[in-house]
T-cell receptor, first 111, second 114 residues
């Protein structure tokens, strides 16, 4: 059974204070690892897909990296508008495999 | 805006009742997924359809059912509702479920069972 654990559960940063969110996973053959951003009461918004260890992707202040056991979402010089819950999900190799989500990290960036 | 639409946005109903949630996928997407999100459980996969056929089942209760129609829209039917069914229900769509394509989520339907 695929499993995803995200840490920390919540993170409070000052504007401009860089940090990283962690996503640890176990999966029977990784087909893809996905990062989403979710604002309160809204649907998850797709950010990145990572396919293999060593891969990195960037979007504005966000950078996602992948190893064989975990992924990190680095947030550089965050702004208050980066406040949201960040979700990590994995897709394994078994048939029509679906996404298994972690419970997310709630990020609050104060001005 | 992801291109996935869901109706209604909010639904308030009583225990024992039945409701239907509707989803229209992004243009060109053939696969539809349903998820339930509650505060303590996070996003839980319920069921997946691809081009009208059921492809995968997750933690979907027997009281719940879904279908995908020829025009690719999907409906999730929830019956004999209980207080614990109160949650956000999301629909997502993707191009091809076999490959590692990202899923795009709709805005959700908030179901409150009283």
């Amino acid at each position: 059974e695929d499993q995803v654990t995200q840490s920390p559960e919540a993170l409070r940063l000052q504007e401009g204070e860089s940090s990283s969110l962690n996503c640890s996973y176990t999966v029977s053959g990784l087909r893809g690892l996905f990062w989403y951003r979710q604002d309160p009461g809204k649907g998850p918004e797709f950010l990145f897909t990572l396919y293999s260890a060593g891969e990195e992707k960037e979007k504005e202040r966000l950078k996602a990296t992948l190893t064989k056991k975990e992924s990190f979402l680095h947030i550089t010089a965050p702004k208050p508008e980066d406040s949201a819950t960040y979700l990590c999900a994995v897709q394994g190799n078994s048939g029509y495999s679906t996404l298994t989500f972690g419970k997310g990290t709630m990020l609050l960036v104060s001005p | 805006d992801s291109g996935v639409t869901q109706t209604p946005k909010h639904l308030i109903t009583a225990t024992g009742q039945r409701v239907t949630l509707r989803c229209s996928p992004r243009s060109g997407d053939l696969s539809v997924y349903w998820y339930q999100q509650s505060l303590d459980q996070g996003l839980q996969f319920l069921i997946q359809y691809y081009n009208g056929e059921e492809r995968a089942k997750g933690n979907i209760l027997e009281r719940f059912s879904a279908q995908q129609f020829p025009d690719l829209h999907s409906e999730l039917n929830l019956s004999s509702l209980e207080l614990g069914d109160s949650a956000l229900y999301f629909c997502a769509s993707s191009v091809d479920p076999l490959n590692s394509y990202e899923q795009y989520f709709g805005p959700g339907t908030r179901l409150t069972v009283t």
